[in-house]
């Protein structure tokens, strides 16, 4: 199934772009459609136009790579920002990035993403904000608003469908219409609605039932649906490297290819204008857009919107931290909040050592600092003593090699040697750091050869490996250790295996002090619009650190302290975009850790570190549990913050949390033996798909506990407003001894006298979420709250008359603090009178 059709032509009245456009050359239209660089745009002075630059941003502006040693805020992942259920912070948290952006030099930020965590091994599930289709909505488009309103774009991703990372640049999503509209849709439908200037196009292909093709080539989904039926005015942009085809793309209604120089479009675009295959009306219309872009964000004619001051960046992103951190487990007799002082924490845990405050993949930032929960603790305990024990390695991976360990050569710790493709020596640096990677590299340079001689002094046995992708010689010690003559591309950074390669190592044992010389030779990657690198990490596991030996000092610390916190999660071997993992479990023994500790303190505080849902065996056993996400740059000081109650965590779940794998509707995103996708579930995603089948997660969507308590009065008032929202008016009691913050959510039910699952013809969830709030009450109050739930909580898709219908019938309203905890409930009666559309 294939339609072509031309994009919609913008009309740009009385404001000059069509004016502009009518102005270029062919050639010059045709060179504004292809980057410029991996992250710019090209310029054109003559008609005022600057380059136009772009970053990744999902978790903070990692910038343009033109600057050395270049920082960035890292902010809470945005599976944290999700679990805040607020989009006032959602709108802040946006114009913290715009404010970044702008440090950076950058226009438009790669963010937000709003696909749906279909499935929870998806690897790049921390990247998004929820399994629901309206929270995911709504904290989305308030990240588009933050941004847009200081005059830097968003560019909203991925569209559509891209909801796993398995094959990601090939599979084929089969998405029936419904589902489309009312699930994967939706979140693209608000922000196009809210504004949003720009749209990534996804790597994967969608059959949508009209069409099959890649999202860049996609005229149904992209002409029809989103430029002509939504009326989005703004720019549609390749992923990078996404773009394959010349005509298909430019009539799919693509409007600029990323990264460049290079790519399908340039000369075979022209190409393709003077054969009369693409009209150039169409390539006018992608100009206007790009024009558009470009002024809106001020590199065109137009001066840069001044930005609002924010509030203190570190002081800021602790706060969304904590107040993204979901407390699944308290102890209602000894609350940790509660206790005295301690004299003496035992800090547990491999994420305790290490923890991972970032997701893997395109979303890396570099942090100027990241505070360690040790280091948190310290600030805020300053008399406390405090123990730090790892308790087991939970990464595969040895850690990097500490180049103080590297003998100097030339006032340099690695050697670098540029050979041609004869093996001739073309040029030696002596680098003075080394962080796995050299990029753009000349264009006769074939092999670049490493050598790094360290001195290994403690005696046992030192594990030592190069980490790398491609073809290489690596010789350690004299011995070969690997060899491999392949070369690569873009494929590796496009599945993200450069990002946490594979290494190839050995054992040297030292008896007394000796040097070891690293010596490895790697092929450049040519990796198109990323240019030519190569990847060469050098790692180091010293001696000691045996799992029984660490256990033993972790439960002897536990036993001893007055507060345990044990920090568990998963890491860059098992969240990262390029794949989707395999299985739910806590990287290595973890949770026989976690088990151990438990019997030796009842009472510690478990705190997990993870993106995305894993299995906790022993969540029943311990009191007191927290999930704290990735954290961003200010983990340690919320978690201290948390822990002594100096802040609420009000994170409520925004996903379902798994008791068991064999649980979870949707366990894979597998593509079929002919690379298809099949949506199966429909619109029964997440939550929705446990309440059809009946099973009992750990942790149901919606839950989070905070440090308070509350009661819900009554549902005072149910009235439709003149635009056709239902407006609920209901009573709420602090009934804690500390102030709280209360997320308030309402779900519907469908008219139970219908068909179960199909009420009017059309497929309905057994429950929804229709609308939420939060609400800051003090200890002992009550306040009355306003939740309106949007007219489109009373609609569905009906593909057969492929329009929006309104869904009548008696509705039943469920007022609590999960999809599964209700302490309301009203009957609603939706007339055959509301407005169709």
């Known amino acids: 199934m294939t339609q072509q059709t031309a994009a919609p032509v913008l009309a740009h009245d009385g404001d000059g772009i069509q004016e502009l456009v009518?102005?270029?050359?062919?050639?010059?239209?045709?060179?504004?459609?292809?980057?410029?660089?991996?992250?710019?745009?090209?310029?054109?002075?003559?008609?005022?136009?600057?380059?136009?630059t772009m970053s990744d941003g999902p978790v903070g502006v990692r910038g343009l790579g033109e600057t050395d040693g270049e920082t960035s805020a890292l902010f809470p992942t945005p599976s944290a920002i999700g679990a805040t259920w607020d989009v006032d912070l959602a709108v802040e948290v946006g114009r913290a990035f715009a404010r970044e952006a702008r440090g950076h030099g950058v226009d438009v930020v790669l963010a937000p993403q709003v696909n749906i965590q279909r499935t929870p091994v998806g690897g790049r599930h921390f990247e998004c904000y929820s399994e629901d289709p309206l929270l995911t909505s709504i904290i989305g488009t308030g990240i588009v608003t933050g941004i847009q309103d200081q005059g830097v774009a968003a560019c909203v991703k991925h569209y559509i469908a891209n909801d796993s990372e398995t094959d990601r640049t090939n599979y084929v999503a089969r998405v029936d219409p419904q589902a489309m509209r009312e699930v994967y849709l939706a979140p693209f439908e608000h922000a196009v609605n809210a504004g949003a200037w720009s749209v990534m196009a996804a790597y994967n292909q969608v059959d949508d039932g009209v069409e099959t093709a890649p999202m860049t080539d996609h005229s149904s989904l992209v002409n029809?649906?989103?430029?002509?039926e939504l009326g989005f005015d703004g720019a549609?942009?390749?992923?990078?490297?996404?773009?394959?085809?010349?005509?298909?793309?430019?009539?799919?209604?693509?409007?600029?290819?990323?990264?460049?120089?290079?790519?399908?479009?340039?000369?075979?675009?022209?190409?393709?204008?003077?054969?009369?295959?693409?009209?150039?009306?169409?390539?006018?219309?992608?100009?206007?857009?790009?024009?558009?872009l470009a002024r809106r964000v001020g590199a065109l004619d137009a001066p840069e919107l001044a930005l609002t001051p924010g509030p203190d960046q570190a002081e800021f992103i602790r706060d969304v931290a904590v107040r993204s951190t979901v407390v699944l487990r308290r102890d209602e007799v000894d609350p940790v909040w509660d206790r005295p002082t301690p004299g003496r924490i035992a800090l547990i845990g491999p994420n305790a050592v290490r923890p991972h405050v970032l997701g893997g993949g395109s979303s890396t930032v570099h942090p100027p600092y990241i505070v360690s929960p040790e280091q948190g603790l310290r600030a805020r305990f300053p008399d406390a003593d405090l123990v730090v024990s790892r308790g087991g390695d939970s990464r595969r991976f040895a850690p990097d090699l500490d180049l103080a360990l590297a003998v100097p050569v030339d006032d340099g710790v690695v050697t670098a040697t540029f050979l041609d493709d004869a093996g001739h020596e073309l040029v030696t640096h002596h680098l003075t750091s080394w962080d796995g990677w050299l990029r753009d590299l000349p264009d006769d340079a074939h092999s670049v050869r490493l050598e790094v001689e360290v001195e290994l002094a403690e005696p046992g046995d030192h594990y030592l490996e190069v980490a790398t992708v491609g073809g290489h010689r690596i010789l350690i010690d004299g011995e070969l250790i690997g060899e491999d003559s392949s070369s690569a591309g873009v494929e590796v950074i496009l599945d993200s295996s450069i990002n946490t390669p594979d290494g190839w190592g050995t054992t040297v044992t030292v008896t007394t002090p000796r040097r070891v010389v690293i010596d490895s030779t790697h092929l450049v990657i040519r990796a198109g619009g990323y240019g030519a690198i190569i990847r060469a990490g050098l790692r180091h596991r010293p001696p000691g650190g045996d799992w029984p030996t660490e256990l033993a000092a972790a439960v002897e610390a536990a036993r001893f302290a007055e507060l345990t916190v044990v920090i568990v999660g998963t890491n860059e071997e098992v969240e990262s975009e390029g794949w989707d993992r395999t299985d739910l479990q806590l990287p290595g023994r973890q949770n026989e850790l976690v088990e151990a500790v438990l019997d030796a303190d009842p009472d510690a505080v478990i705190v997990v570190n993870a993106g995305a849902p894993v299995i906790l065996p022993w969540l029943e056993k311990a009191k007191t549990v927290l999930w704290v996400w990735f954290p961003g740059q200010e983990a340690g000081h919320a978690l201290a913050a948390v822990l002594a109650g100096d802040l609420e965590p009000a994170g409520r779940l925004p996903w379902t949390l798994p008791a068991d794998e064999a649980d979870v509707p949707v366990p894979h995103a597998l593509p079929s033996a002919d690379g298809t996708v099949e949506y199966t579930e429909s619109i029964h995603v997440g939550y929705r798909g446990w309440e059809r089948l009946g099973r009992t997660p750990a942790a149901p969507f919606g839950h989070g506990l905070g440090w308070t308590t509350w009661r819900y009065e009554s549902i005072e008032s149910v009235e439709w407003t003149t635009d056709g929202d239902l407006q609920v008016e209901l009573d709420l009691t602090n009934t804690g001894a500390r102030d709280g913050r209360e997320t308030v959510q309402l779900y519907l039910e469908p008219p139970a006298e219908a068909t179960p699952g199909r009420v009017g013809g059309v497929e309905r969830p057994a429950r929804w979420l229709a609308g939420f709030t939060n609400v800051d009450v003090p200890a002992g109050t009550t306040r009355r709250v306003v939740v309106t739930l949007p007219r489109r909580s009373f609609e569905a898709w009906d593909s057969t008359q492929e329009r929006w219908i309104t869904v009548t019938g008696s509705y039943r309203l469920l007022v609590g603090r999960s999809v599964r905890e209700f302490r309301l409930d009203t009957a609603v009666q939706v007339g055959p009178t509301a407005k169709q559309r």
């Open 22 to 52: 009518s102005l270029l050359t062919l050639e010059e239209k045709v060179s504004l459609l292809t980057g410029k660089t991996v992250w710019r745009l090209r310029e054109l002075p003559r008609i005022g136009l600057r380059s136009v």
């Open 224 to 228: 029809g649906l989103l430029k002509g």
């Open 236 to 292: 549609v942009v390749s992923d990078w490297m996404a773009t394959r085809s010349t005509v298909g793309s430019a009539l799919g209604g693509l409007d600029l290819v990323m990264p460049g120089p290079g790519g399908p479009w340039e000369d075979a675009l022209l190409a393709a204008v003077a054969a009369g295959e693409v009209p150039e009306a169409v390539i006018d219309d992608k100009v206007a857009r790009i024009l558009l």
